[in-house]
């Protein structure tokens, strides 16, 4: 199947700085790609849908001036998590859907566990 | 997108074939089933998917019934390995996000 890769692969971060995380299509060109953020114990939430070269989409209750989003390339989309507090932390996925099968599979990455001091 | 219902958990004996239920009684007639599995602390993994028909691939097989209102996870010959969280979603054809739910956990014991 389709490789997506993350970096990194874990990080810690004091209270208020900034943290970016890249998602990145290692065999094909993803046009859209998503993110997904999963808290202990519980399931995945989409937090935004990222398509290349137009603004993302952002689901309900996800601040996205907190959450930036970047997708510059059809291999890379950036997730910058701005003056991250403990809350944030988190196990945050993304995934792309690779357009070449039937257009329906979507790949996941490994995850970027997010721990905020 | 239509709702799926899964058991939270079930155990199964390594070696033996592993059914995963999954009950999508809502699902209309354009919408997939798809199945991945998360591994502790990792991205989830496609497995397989389907529209009405069955179908296999290496890692297992999809059944699902006539009315469409349900389908089971096969997975043939268990392995430690395959202790994980079974999703099962239903999405439409061409639609771009997939909604997880709970998920079943299976756990394979030796």
């Known amino acids: 199947g389709a490789v997506v890769s993350q970096h990194p692969s874990w990080v810690i971060c004091k209270s208020g700085t900034s943290v970016k995380i890249e998602c990145r299509s290692l065999?094909?060109?993803?046009?859209?790609m998503f993110w997904y953020r999963q808290f202990p114990k519980q399931s995945l939430m989409l937090m935004a849908t990222?398509?290349?070269?137009?603004?993302?989409?952002?689901e309900q209750g996800v601040e996205k001036d907190k959450f930036l989003i970047n997708h510059a390339s059809l291999t890379l989309s950036t997730l910058t998590v701005t003056s991250a507090h403990p809350e944030d932390s988190s196990f945050y996925i993304c995934?792309?859907?690779?357009?070449?099968?039937?257009?329906?599979?979507?790949?996941f990455g490994p995850g970027t566990r997010l721990t905020v001091t | 997108d239509a709702k799926t219902t899964q058991p939270p958990s079930m155990d199964c004996a390594e070696g033996r074939a592993a059914n995963l239920p999954c009950n999508h009684s809502?699902?209309?007639?354009?919408?997939?089933v798809y199945w991945y599995r998360q591994i502790h602390s990792q991205g989830p993994q496609y497995i397989i998917h389907?529209?009405?028909n069955n179908e296999t691939n290496e890692m297992a097989s999809l059944i699902i019934t006539e009315d469409r209102k349900s389908s089971t996870l096969i997975l043939p010959h268990a392995t430690l390995r395959d202790t994980a969280v079974y999703y099962c979603?239903?999405?439409?054809?061409?639609?771009?996000?997939?909604?997880f739910g709970t998920g079943t956990r299976l756990t394979v014991i030796p």
């Open positions: 995934s792309a859907r690779d357009p070449r099968g039937l257009g329906v599979e979507q790949y």
């Open positions: 065999d094909f060109q993803a046009t859209t």
């Open positions: 990222s398509n290349e070269g137009s603004k993302a989409t952002y």
């Open positions: 809502t699902i209309s007639g354009n919408e997939y």
């Open positions: 389907g529209l009405k």
């Open positions: 979603i239903v999405r439409q054809t061409g639609a771009n996000n997939l909604f």
